[in-house]
């Protein structure tokens, strides 16, 4: 079963609009959740981190994500689209049916139209 | 701090050659993960180790592939011989806990 899910392989959105990328994992347990960037021809950049604090977490450029038990979510949100947003997301869980280690969503690439 | 700093950037070989990627995590960070990225299979883990020893090779496809850490600031995959099918971009990552990775730039891998 896959164990991270990226509902969107696409998203489009225009500049000053809200942006919301979607992020679903199956586990028993509580996860580690992670959002990751990457812009064309760069490593992946963290963004933000849940590991079993608040569930509202704020990251870097603006965006945040919600952890929402109940719903096995972690999407990824921030207000107003800017152009160098676009780029690719990556949701990532650490899990301990994994040993811990990361494990990584398809990835979402973020259109940001002018 | 540079961050990972991997070489060579782009690397064009020709099937049957070897390919030795080159890694050099955080300074102080005790594990490392090699990544690779394609567009069929997207973001996979190849191994990881922990204080220079690996600890899970399971993702590493075949006996073509190896890795190596002499050291805590060096770390090598290596492909041999090189096939076509490895064509990838090839990432490490280092951290202090198996459950985060920073990213080095990547190493864009061509096999013709």
């Known amino acids: 079963a896959q164990s991270v899910t990226q509902l969107d392989s696409h998203v489009s959105v225009s500049e000053g609009t809200p942006v919301l990328l979607r992020c679903n994992y199956s586990?028993?347990?509580?996860?580690?959740l992670f959002w990751y960037v990457q812009h064309p021809n760069k490593g992946l950049q963290l963004l933000l981190k849940y590991t079993s604090a608040a569930t509202l977490v704020k990251g870097i450029n603006g965006f945040e994500a919600e952890f929402k038990k109940s719903e096995t979510s972690f999407h990824l949100t921030k207000p107003s689209a800017h152009m160098s947003d676009a780029a690719e997301y990556f949701c990532a869980v650490s899990l301990v049916e994994y040993g811990n280690k990361l494990v990584f969503g398809a990835g979402t690439i973020l259109r940001v139209k002018s | 701090d540079a961050g990972v700093i991997q070489s060579p950037r782009h690397e064009v070989t020709e099937m049957g050659q070897e390919v030795t990627l080159r890694c050099k995590p955080i300074s102080g960070h005790d594990y490392l993960f090699w990544y690779r990225q394609t567009m069929m299979r997207g973001l996979e883990l190849l191994i990881y180790?922990?204080?220079?020893?690996?600890?899970?090779d399971s993702g590493m496809p075949e006996d073509r592939f190896s890795a190596k850490m002499p050291n805590a600031s060096f770390s090598t995959l290596k492909i041999q011989p090189s096939e076509p099918r490895d064509s990838a971009v090839y990432f490490c990552?280092?951290?202090?806990?198996?459950?985060?990775?920073?990213f080095g730039q990547g190493t864009r891998l061509t096999v013709v």
């Open positions: 990552a280092s951290s202090f806990s198996v459950a985060e990775a920073f």
């Open positions: 180790f922990n204080n220079n020893v690996p600890i899970d």
């Open positions: 586990s028993s347990y509580s996860p580690s």
